[in-house]
T-cell receptor
Framework: GAVVSQHPSRVICKSGTSVKIECRSL??????MFWYRQFPKKSLMLMAT?????????EQGVEKDKFLINHASLTLSTLTVTSAHPEDSSFYICSAEDGNIQYFGAGTRLSVL | LAKTTQPISMDSYEGQEVNITCSHN???????ITWYQQFPSQGPRFIIQ???TKVTNEVASLFIPADRKSSTLSLPRVSLSDTAVYYCLVGGTSGGSYIPTFGRGTSLIVHP
């Protein structure tokens, strides 16, 4: 199957700093990628739809100025958590679609101190 | 958006067959049914996808009745390593925008 690479797998940062997470489709092109957030023992919650060459579409309740998404190429989308605070600590996962199948990255564990 | 309903949890033993059913009563004509497996602190992994009837691959089978309002993921002879959360997703890009939305999933625990 197709491969989606997500980096970094784990990041620890200080409160007030910004963190960038990359999501790459390695062997296919993806005009659309998705970003999720997952709390312990909970399901994946869709945060936003990342569209290549255009603005991301955010789900209700997700602050677009807080979670900046850039999808500059057909193989790369980035999520930047700006001015991170402890409540932003979570597991972030991206996905990209190849055909009708979503392929997911391994996830990024963000810990904000 | 097609909403999915699955059992919250299931228990099984090594070597048994496990069947997990997902209800999706308002599935659209163009929607596919896709199942994923997720281990703790990992991204979901694709298991199998189908549109109607039966699909089988090297790890699982997917049974879809004629009305497509439900689907059953069948895992033959499970092992301890199959302990995970299983999600069914309904949707597809054909015919319009597709927003993959996860339900609560089924937590499968396989016992020795």
């Amino acid at each position: 199957g197709a491969v989606v690479s997500q980096h970094p797998s784990r990041v620890i940062c200080k409160s007030g700093t910004s963190v960038k997470i990359e999501c790459r489709s390695l062997d296919f092109q993806a005009t659309t990628m998705f970003w999720y957030r997952q709390f312990p023992k909970k399901s994946l919650m869709l945060m936003a739809t990342s569209n290549e060459g255009s603005k991301a579409t955010y789900e209700q309740g997700v602050e677009k100025d807080k979670f900046l998404i850039n999808h500059a190429s057909l193989t790369l989308s980035t999520l930047t958590v700006t001015s991170a605070h402890p409540e932003d600590s979570s597991f972030y996962i991206c996905s990209a679609e190849d055909g009708n199948i979503q392929y997911f990255g391994a996830g990024t564990r963000l810990s904000v101190l | 958006l097609a909403k999915t309903t699955q059992p919250i949890s299931m228990d099984s033993y090594e070597g048994q067959e496990v069947n997990i059913t997902c209800s999706h009563n308002n599935i659209a004509t163009n929607d596919y049914i896709t199942w994923y497996q997720q281990f703790p602190s990992q991204g979901p992994r694709f298991i199998i996808q189908g549109y109607k009837t039966k699909v089988t691959n090297e790890v699982a089978s997917l049974f879809i009745p004629a009305d497509r309002k439900s689907s059953t993921l069948s895992l033959p002879r499970v092992s301890l390593s199959d302990t995970a959360v299983y999600y069914c997703l309904v949707g597809g890009t054909s015919g319009g925008s597709y927003i993959p939305t996860f339900g609560r999933g089924t937590s499968l625990i396989v016992h020795p």
